[in-house]
């Protein structure tokens, strides 16, 4: 069975290239560790109250990457923010990818292979064996979001907000379908429409969006000063 962050993970792959879809880094770098905080809080582990994260239960989650989340929390010494958690903790980044990517080569999702461009330089390619599970997922978010569907707390939801806000939702849509959704996404985007009955969403994206804005904002500072 996959978890959120698998399903992530798995969407994140085009199919056709072999590859990550562009901007999969924002879904490395943070989308995956939001996709954490929803599965948690569904899975009543964690809430999540004035922007703290809090463990209320540390009993197994049968996932062993969320265990070692949930006792890391607890062993901290001030509450956790989720927006440090989504824009910090750093070493999870790499550790939750790599989970990612072994379970879904573990469940028959996926395979990597590697091999070198002219012979030099290495690369992964990221083969999806399972076309069908992965078109479902890619069939169910694109469905939710043209016909403005997204007010249930559900895995088609959770995945198309973290699309949504970390840019690689384009790559689901032509040009004049995302001309159509264009309002939606912004409202997405704003988290408003999470408002009444998701509001933990809302925070979430608005914790991805915050640590892809400060990203952005360094990476122009670097480039000012070398320029």
């Not at 954490?36 to 989650?61: N, P, W, Y």
């Not at 030099?120 to 979001?145: C, P, T």
């Not at 997204?150 to 699309?163: Q, R, V, W």
């Not at 939606?184 to 009955?197: A, P």
Request: some cysteine; aromatic content about 8%; hydrophobic content about 40%.
């Amino acid at each position: 069975m996959l978890s959120l962050m698998d399903k992530l993970m798995l969407i994140s792959i085009n199919p056709d290239k072999n590859k990550m879809w562009p901007l999969s880094l924002y879904i490395i770098q943070y989308g995956l560790k939001g996709a954490v905080i929803l599965q948690l809080a569904d899975m009543k582990k964690i809430k999540v109250d004035k922007q703290c994260i809090e463990v209320i239960d540390q009993s197994s989650t049968g996932i062993e990457i969320l265990d070692n989340i949930l006792r890391a929390m607890k062993k901290a010494k001030r509450p956790v923010k989720l927006r440090t958690w989504v824009s910090g903790w750093t070493k999870y980044n790499k550790m939750l990818r790599d989970t990612a990517i072994y379970n879904l080569e573990n469940n028959g999702m996926i395979r990597v292979e590697k091999d070198r461009i002219l012979g030099i330089f290495s690369r992964k390619r990221y083969i999806v064996d399972n076309l069908y599970e992965h078109q479902k997922l890619i069939e169910g978010i694109r469905n939710a979001i043209l016909n403005e569907n997204m007010k249930k707390s559900d895995d088609i939801t959770y995945l198309g907000a973290l699309m949504i806000v970390c840019g690689t939702y384009h790559a689901l849509f032509s040009r004049e379908e995302r001309k159509k959704i264009r309002k939606f996404i912004s409202l997405v985007k704003k988290g408003d429409i999470f408002t009444e009955h998701n509001p933990l969403l809302k925070e979430v994206i608005a914790a991805v969006k915050y640590a892809i804005s400060e990203q952005q904002s360094a990476a122009v500072v670097v480039a000012n000063v070398q320029s």
